[in-house]
């Protein structure tokens, strides 16, 4: 498998991890947890779980320059407190699916200033496959015809989400070219993890999970699946392809998302949601056949 492939796979991977979090997020917040509480929670055990593997099967990965320590300090606090805070939030005050739609106003922002920062050409199937990922999204979540109007407050969170989360592909692009994935992805979660200590509400907290301890069995599978294989499929995907082409490719957390309610949560599924669906892995596979016109390119 050639890099291009082995990276697309690997971010369509990471997205499906973060297409199931909505399940995990309102199971705690029923619970009693907030937004920061569940963010604080989930690095937590992403933390720990990631210098364990280091710990056994590369304590080299520890070492990191310090130069590209505060690079990763940045990714840090845009990836645990901005991003999780922004995006819970707008899950917890609307609906999951409106904050899916305007998460995905990413792939405009990461192609913008990867276009600035990297001179990564916007080219014509880049341009039509993210027409194709917007305009999918928004009818995978059925936002439309449903007459549903979100809280102004979680419009603009998830509008920020969506700037964050570019800004955290861009960011980790930069640190993974000069860093093996797997030290980018546990100083990314270790200093998530500082930054969040603040805002845990530490005594709240041990209280709510001594009374029901299925919360943090909960927030541990989160952790798994959310935070620490996402995050490293992510990493190493980003080291193998452009991020303009992995904001698309990560487009695929939406459609897993909406799988999860239709099959799950017995969500309506209809026209518009199926074409959704449909655009998005068009889109998934025009940025394919980019990725192939390169290569045939680069013999």
Known sequence: MDNNRKGALLIILAGTCWGVISIFINYLSAA???????????????????????????????RIGARDLGLLMLVGFINGVLFNFLYFYTIIHSRA???????????????????????????????????????????????????????????LTG??????????????????????????????????????????GWSSLTSLCRANPMILAVAF?????????????????????????????????PVVGSLVGILIFREESNFMKIAGIIMVIAAILLIGKSDAAEGEDMR
């Open 221 to 253: 599978i989160m952790c798994i699946v959310t935070a620490v294989l996402a995050q490293y499929f992510f990493s190493v995907g980003l080291g193998l392809i452009e991020s303009g082409k992995a904001a698309i490719y990560g487009a695929a957390e």
């Open 97 to 155: 699916s409106i904050a899916v739609v305007l998460l995905y106003t990413s792939p405009v922002f990461v192609i913008i200033l990867a276009r600035i920062i990297f001179k990564e050409k916007i080219t014509k199937l880049k341009f039509i496959a993210l027409v194709l990922t917007v305009i999918g999204c928004v009818f995978v979540t059925g936002v439309i015809g449903e007459g549903y109007m979100p809280p102004p407050a979680a419009i």
């Open 32 to 62: 009693g947890l907030g937004e920061m509480q569940i963010s604080f929670l989930r690095q937590l055990f992403a933390v720990l779980v990631f210098a364990v593997i280091l710990l056994i099967r590369n304590r080299p990965g520890f």
């Open 159 to 200: 509008v920020l989400t969506g700037l964050a989360y570019s800004l955290n592909n861009i960011l980790t692009s930069a640190a993974v070219k000069k860093n093996d994935p797997q030290t980018v992805t546990f100083y990314t979660l270790f200093f998530s993890f500082l930054f969040l200590i603040p805002f845990s």
